[in-house]
């Protein structure tokens, strides 16, 4: 597939540097965000700034969204006014990377079915990381023709791109990833504050067990950032924890029953009613230096 033009909707922690990428390779790109000051550094990179949806998503190959609920993916496609399906030409691929539910995706499939439109979920992992550094790993749900039609474009923000069935499955497979990163998020936390309790010095800690059976990407990325004190967002709480409801509500109609993920609910919830919504999901740490351990138990408690 010959794709010369890319609309992208979203420039966020994510966003902004995927997009750079595609600046980087060539590509002519839209691009529209509700803030425009977040699109700022990659309109000086060449991307062309929109003020809606549909006008970022005119006389493109393929439109990109990667933004944060999916009620905001729903508005920035289907908008009667201002959504991208208004702009797009016919033969198009629309590629939501959002982490979103299934059950919207495969209404998005199907909506972009019958105006002529190829649209896929796609939803990545690798955090802020991976975007800046082009490490992503892609998780694709659509018609196996969308993927063979993209896979290779998309291999500008990483070379993994897998395929893992129709409209929805994308955003199931990033389902897996959340439940998986809620238990690391755990384990790396608890590792981190015994290593301290014990007067070990924790870095070493963190670096050697790292490269051993105990190494995941929470410990070994956000490690060091729990270490310096440093809870901004590779990957906010709020929309983590909204990714963990997401799951659960899959799990609840399959009558799946994971307690981990129920515990990462309870407290992430916390911390996002007490203020810390905005920070990075290291900051669970936050629960093993504080008074905070006690109000999740009290929560459970009067469940």
Same mark, same amino acid.
């Given at each position: 597939?010959?794709? @010369? !033009? ?9 966003? +902004? ?6 600046? !980087? ?10 803030? =425009? *000051? /977040? ?15 549909? *006008? ?29 399906? @208004?702009?797009? @030409? ?18 998005? $499939?199907? /909506?972009? #079915? ?16 991976? +975007? ?22 998309? @291999?500008?923000?990483? *070379? /993994? ?7 929805? #499955?994308?955003?199931?497979?990033? +389902? ?9 998020? $755990?384990?790396?936390? *608890?590792?981190?504050?015994? +290593? ?39 990957? =906010?709480?709020?929309?983590?924890? =909204? ?22 609910? #309870? ?11 905005? =920070? ?20 459970? !408690?009067? !469940?």
């Amino acid at each position: 597939m010959d794709i @010369k !033009k890319v609309g992208f909707i979203g420039t966020g922690v994510m966003g +902004a540097p995927m997009v750079g990428h595609l600046l !980087k390779a060539g590509y002519e790109v839209n691009v529209f965000t509700r803030t =425009k *000051e /977040r699109a700022n550094g990659v309109i000086e990179q060449g991307a062309k700034w929109c003020d809606t949806p549909r *006008e970022c998503a005119e006389g493109c190959d393929v439109v990109i969204s990667i933004v944060g609920y999916p009620d905001d993916v729903r508005d920035v496609w289907t908008n009667r006014s201002t959504g991208a399906f @208004k702009g797009m @030409k016919k033969g198009a691929y629309g590629i939501d990377m959002t982490t979103s539910s299934p059950e919207l995706a495969s209404e998005l $499939f199907q /909506r972009g #079915k019958a105006l002529g439109f190829n649209m896929v979920d796609c939803p990545v992992t690798g955090g802020d990381i991976g +975007a800046r550094n082009a490490t992503l790993a892609m998780l694709f749900g659509g018609e196996q023709e969308s993927y063979e039609a993209l896979k290779d474009f998309l @291999k500008v923000f990483g *070379e /993994r791109v897998e395929y893992f069935g129709n409209a929805g #499955k994308g955003q199931l497979a990033k +389902a897996c990833n959340q439940i998986a990163v809620a238990a690391t998020m $755990f384990s790396a936390s *608890e590792a981190i504050a015994f +290593a301290s309790q014990m007067g070990l010095d924790v870095e070493k800690v963190i670096d050697t067990l790292s490269a051993g059976a105990a190494g995941s990407f929470s410990l070994r990325s956000y490690g060091p950032r729990i270490l310096s004190g440093d809870y901004n967002p590779g990957f =906010k709480i709020a929309h983590f924890l =909204k990714d963990i409801e997401i799951a659960l509500k899959v799990c609840d109609s399959h009558g799946i029953n994971l307690p981990c993920l129920e515990l990462a609910k #309870k407290a992430y919830t916390v911390l996002n009613n007490i203020g810390h919504g905005e =920070k990075g999901t290291q900051a669970l740490y936050l629960f093993y230096c504080s008074s905070l351990m006690p109000d999740l138990d009290a929560t459970d !408690k009067n !469940k």
